[in-house]
């Protein structure tokens, strides 16, 4: 073999060794506005602006039992449509599970459940959404602070309906659940500075409400998440809460409607 053949060949060699030792992991070929293992809030100008999509499907995984009300479901798609450019449309699907059997949920077992339930990923200009309805409650949650729903992750959030059901009645369920998956959808969508950044300082000072509004009655104040009372509004008369002045302000400037 000539000494240039002999190069050529250890090049290519080479070349086969490299690619050999970096297999490429399934993840890394996804483009990044595509994945779903990344951080609460990166996805939020996805959500908001049409530029990488066009459309949205959300798809709720529920525990037999546990379903969203249908006014739940409802008054999402009003919501979403509101806030969100998605001009080929915003559709939701439901589909039941057994129960997994598996108590009180710590967020690392939403996420292995999320694994071997979701089947509904981002695939070109259609944003994928997964929801989770939850026969259990949190491992976080106790009687001074109730945690009914949880945004995990850039395109995922758990709603703990038994929760809901313990603090609600049947005239309320639907509407806790309606707050509930409202407030989740403001964290996808980067409220509070976190992902979509704050147009004017009105992100909660306390270092554990991190990423709400300290607007008392706003959509996004933590008490909504986790409070000792998060349904007093409901006993004011107060049906459903919206975003305050300052939260719409930072949704349209990061894209949203
Ligand atoms: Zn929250
Ligand atoms: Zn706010």
Redesign the pocket.
């Known amino acids: 073999m000539a000494l240039s053949s002999v190069n050529r060949f250890c090049g290519w060699l080479i070349v086969l060794i490299f690619f050999a030792g970096c297999s490429v992991d399934e993840a890394e070929k996804i483009p990044t506005s595509h994945r779903n293992d990344l951080v609460l809030g990166a996805s939020a100008r996805d959500y908001l602006s049409d530029e990488k999509f066009t459309s949205l499907q959300v798809e709720v995984v529920y525990v037999t039992g546990f379903e969203p009300t249908s006014e739940a479901i409802g008054s999402l798609k009003t919501f979403l449509n509101k806030y969100i450019n998605k001009p080929n449309g915003i559709s939701i699907i439901t589909r039941a599970i057994p129960s997994p059997n598996m108590g009180t949920y710590a967020i690392e077992e939403i996420v292995e459940l999320e694994k071997s339930e979701r089947t509904v990923f981002s695939n070109g200009e259609k944003l994928g959404t997964f929801i989770f309805f939850a026969d259990e409650k949190s491992t976080d949650s106790d009687e001074q602070r109730r945690v009914i729903g949880k945004a995990y992750r850039n395109t995922s959030m758990v709603i703990f309906d038994k929760e809901i059901r313990d603090m609600s009645n049947s005239g309320t369920r639907g509407e806790i659940q309606t707050t509930a998956l409202h407030h989740e959808f403001g964290h996808l969508f980067g409220l509070?500075n976190n992902g979509t950044p704050a147009q004017s300082p009105?992100e909660d000072s306390d270092s554990k409400k991190k990423a709400h509004?300290d607007?008392e009655g706003?959509l996004?104040n933590a008490e909504i998440e986790f409070g000792t009372s998060p349904f007093s509004f409901l006993e004011n008369g107060q049906q459903i809460l919206d975003?305050?002045d300052?939260?719409k302000l930072d949704l349209k400037a990061n894209g949203g409607k």
Do not use: L, P, Y
Request: net charge negative; charged share 10%; glycine share 0%.
């Open positions: 509070v009105h509004c607007v706003c996004m975003f305050d300052q939260c």
